[in-house]
């Protein structure tokens, strides 16, 4: 079902844009939780709200903080006929999104926009708010560091998982996920991200613009889950 959303030829990737496989673990995690918003924080386009609103039976509230961007991506959703679903507003996430999440019935949460330390605060600051309804808190860009070791703030969201109550960690490295077969939905997409500027190999860490052999893939998502 996932392929087919793909191949029917309206995504695209570009620079920081999120990897089907990755858009795929959000989604089945969101339908294992029978969630009914996702909340997401950095729409960039739209691109991953798309996805999301016709993929799940749950509503979509986004925050991008680029009030020009945001516009840009509500064209793009009222444009798929996804208006009703996908609430585009224009703000800074760390700020807005806990207040909404406090808010939001049964719901998940795509850290996209939020990096690196923002996005483990964040993170912490959610689960700190101890609220009921939220199942998941999805952070993207956590691949493991060059060196084999888990980056910092994939080993933060570790120990977050750990140390909350009711709650674990895990990661689309992990082997139960790459069983799942989900890396094969980027094959397609290889020719056309290796022209962009920063390029994209499988197993392959980008810093700073220079590449450097990684034992991770690439597109790589750490999930904060309640425990079902």
């Given amino acids: 079902e996932f392929r087919a959303r793909i191949d029917a030829g309206d995504y695209s990737i570009t620079p920081g844009s999120p990897w089907p496989s990755e858009l795929a673990v959000v ?3 969101a339908r294992r939780h029978d969630v009914a918003v996702i ?3 950095g729409t960039f386009y739209g691109q991953s709200a798309s996805v999301f609103a016709e993929m799940i039976p749950a509503d979509v509230i986004t ?6 961007i945001a516009e840009q991506a509500r064209t793009r959703v009222v444009g798929l006929g996804l208006g009703a679903k996908v609430d585009v507003r224009v703000g800074d996430a760390y700020v807005a999104l806990p207040p909404v999440c406090d808010a ?3 719901h998940g949460v795509f850290l996209d926009g939020p990096k690196g330390t923002t996005a483990i605060v964040l993170a912490q600051v959610l689960l700190e ?3 009921d309804s939220m199942r998941f808190i999805a952070v993207h860009d956590t691949y493991c560091s060059r060196r084999g ?5 994939r080993a933060a969201l570790a120990e977050l998982g750990a140390f909350t109550p009711g709650w674990h960690c895990w990661t689309t490295d992990d082997p139960a996920w790459e069983a799942t077969g989900a890396r094969e939905l ?3 997409l290889y020719a056309q991200h290796r022209r962009l500027p920063h390029g994209w190999e499988p197993f392959t860490h980008y810093l700073h613009g220079v590449a450097y052999a990684s034992p991770s893939y690439g597109p790589t998502v750490t999930i904060l889950e309640r425990t079902l």
């Fill in 27 to 29: 989604v089945d995690t």
């Fill in 39 to 41: 909340i997401e924080g």
């Fill in 63 to 68: 925050f991008e903080i680029d009030p020009g």
């Fill in 104 to 106: 939001a019935g049964r």
């Fill in 129 to 131: 708010r101890q609220i």
């Fill in 149 to 153: 070791r888990p980056n910092p703030i």
């Fill in 186 to 188: 980027d094959w397609g």
